[in-house]
């Protein structure tokens, strides 16, 4: 390819960006879509042309690979992930005009016609030569997000017909989609001998105090969120407000709660919960985690104080 001064366009070449994370039975990891915007910001910045075709199921707005007019481009690179399957064979048929190029790929099988039908192979290991450090350890870095644990409760069979706990569930889910931040499940039953559960309440607040917001509907998570100085957004999933509801008194926090079973809580009103937790309700919720102490337990010593022996009517 001719030599350009950085920033010079060359209309005789446009380029289509295309991945595991271009089909529609692909996959899009974080380190396929970094490797991509890696090599995308290097075409930029040489003044390339180019386009990403994305999997519909992943960027519904596209451009899919059935959208893009294969003769529009010059070049076809595929970036990042094994060069091996019938999907990318189907690109060699595809997209025949153009040249097609491999970086940042793995190559399992240098025999096998998905290798063999790519011009130029820039692989990242498996070609027979030194590896080369992966394409997405050189992605753009984007903008500081905010970490955000998710607890959300099961459904809870001894609330009967108050139960709103699918439709509150929708809601949140649809909304934390459009939040701009990483998500990360987390949930307060413990299991010793699974590992994607903690093994005892010590290893939890470990887990929530490295959250920056916890999004919840279960009393526990508003619980140990403040125990631990952690803000949370919080919806009670009973209609008219039961446990989780009953805390937020105790607490002075904030809680959602919906009218009835098929009501959703108000996306704009967690919008401001939201808004609000990010901004002062980290220095709130530290200001609950000084006295964690309970009445029950004084008065629990009281009872067992008043009837030492066990026998006696209260």
């Keep these: 390819m001719e030599q350009r001064t950085p920033g010079e366009s060359d209309v005789r070449t446009r380029v289509l960006l295309v991945g595991w994370f271009s089909f529609v039975d692909g996959e899009a990891t974080s380190g396929d879509v970094g490797a991509a915007k890696a090599v995308s910001a290097a075409l930029r910045g040489d003044g390339v042309a180019h386009d990403i075709a994305w999997s519909p199921g992943f960027h519904p707005e596209g451009p899919s690979l059935g959208e893009v007019d294969p003769a529009a481009y010059s070049h076809l690179v595929f970036v990042c992930g094994p060069v091996s399957g019938h999907q990318v064979e189907e690109l060699h048929r595809a997209f025949a005009s153009c040249r097609r190029i491999a970086v940042g790929v793995s190559v399992p099988d240098p025999r096998s016609p998905a290798f063999l039908g790519f011009h130029t192979v820039l692989a990242r290991d498996g070609a027979g030569e030194e590896p080369e450090r992966d394409l997405a350890a050189g992605a753009p870095a984007g903008r500081p997000v905010p970490v955000v ?23 949140l889910e649809r909304w934390l989609v459009a939040k701009d931040c990483a998500r990360v499940p987390v949930d307060t039953r413990l299991d010793t001998a699974d590992w994607l559960h903690c093994g005892e309440p010590h290893q939890f607040d470990a887990l929530v105090r490295r959250m920056d917001l916890l999004v919840t509907t279960r009393l526990h998570g508003l619980v140990l969120a403040l125990r631990n100085g952690v803000p949370a957004v919080v919806v009670d999933p009973v209609a008219g407000g039961a446990k989780v509801a ?40 530290r200001s609950r985690s000084g006295d964690l102490g309970s009445p029950l337990l004084g008065a629990l010593s009281e009872a067992l104080r008043a009837h030492p022996s066990g026998r006696g009517r209260t």
């Excluded at 959300?152 to 569930?169: F, I, K, N």
């Excluded at 926090?253 to 309700?281: F, M, Q, Y």
Aim: proline residues 8%; glycine residues 12%.
């Design 149 to 171: 644990g998710v607890a959300t409760a099961p459904g809870q069979r001894e609330y009967r017909g108050r139960s709103a706990h699918a439709g509150v569930h929708r809601a």
């Design 246 to 285: 009953a805390q937020g008194r105790v607490w002075d926090w904030p809680v959602e709660t919906v009218g009835h079973p098929e009501e959703e809580p108000d996306p704009g009103r967690l919008d401001r919960l939201w808004k609000w937790c990010l901004d002062s309700g980290r220095q709130a919720a």
